[in-house]
């Protein structure tokens, strides 16, 4: 079993700044996953995080946008810049042990609103 | 790529009623999973299983692979089930997973 702390859980942000969220798990994990949830839709995922390299990034997503980072197998950062009212939405952080299975943990969520 | 279809989107109900949501995918899988979404946002794994049922107080989950579906059971249902429920299942490669649309529950007292 694993424990994910995520921060913020809610911010309000100005158009064009940058806000980072941070992920931390309490045990170490093999894979942690970055997902945006807009209104009334399912989760998309936005990129794997991968540890210690270039975090692989889904159709539609971009570092320069979403950059990431992983330094260790327990903590994670996904940083969303030059903010716009489209990027309101939830962004949950995901671990999981292994590869292609096992259990899921989810984080709480951070509730972003750019004014 | 896994298609996972679920229903109902929206299920509204009263205090104590049997609540069973289904869940049915394309591709054979080696374990599917469900969710609860708080209101908050807030994501909790209730259950993965890859064959047979499983129990976990009175939620109830059954998977039945050659019918490639699932279904969620909660047993005396109280309003703070009230909750997004969500069962995703891996793609047929890699490590990603389809996640179906989600069945908004409501449980009125």
């Known amino acids: 079993s694993a424990v994910i702390s995520q921060k913020p859980s809610r911010d309000i942000c100005q158009r064009g700044t940058s806000l980072t969220i941070q992920c931390q798990v309490d045990s170490q994990v093999t894979m942690m996953f970055w997902y945006r949830q807009q209104p009334g839709q399912s989760l998309t995922l936005i990129a794997t995080a991968n540890q210690g390299s270039e975090a692989t990034y889904e159709s539609g997503f971009v570092i320069d946008k979403f950059p990431i980072s992983r330094p260790n197998l327990t903590f994670s950062t996904l940083t969303v810049s030059n903010l716009s009212p489209e990027d309101s939405s939830i962004y949950l952080c995901?671990?999981?042990?292994?590869?292609?299975?096992?259990?899921?943990?989810f984080g709480e969520g951070s509730r972003l609103t750019v004014l | 790529k896994n298609e996972v279809e679920q229903s109902p989107q929206n299920l509204t109900a009263q205090e104590g009623e049997f609540i069973t949501i289904n869940c049915s995918y394309s591709?054979?899988?080696?374990?599917l999973h469900w969710l609860q979404q708080h209101p908050g946002g807030g994501i909790v794994s209730l259950f993965m299983?890859?064959?047979g049922k499983k129990k976990h107080g009175r939620l109830i989950a059954t998977i039945n692979i050659q019918e490639k579906h699932s279904s969620l059971h909660i047993t005396a249902s109280h309003p703070r089930d009230s909750a997004v429920y969500i069962c995703a299942v891996p793609e047929t490669s890699g490590s990603r997973l389809t996640f179906g649309e989600g069945t908004q529950l409501t449980v009125n007292p």
């Open positions: 591709v054979g899988i080696s374990a």
């Open positions: 995901s671990a999981r042990q292994g590869a292609r299975s096992g259990e899921l943990f």
């Open positions: 299983l890859s064959s």
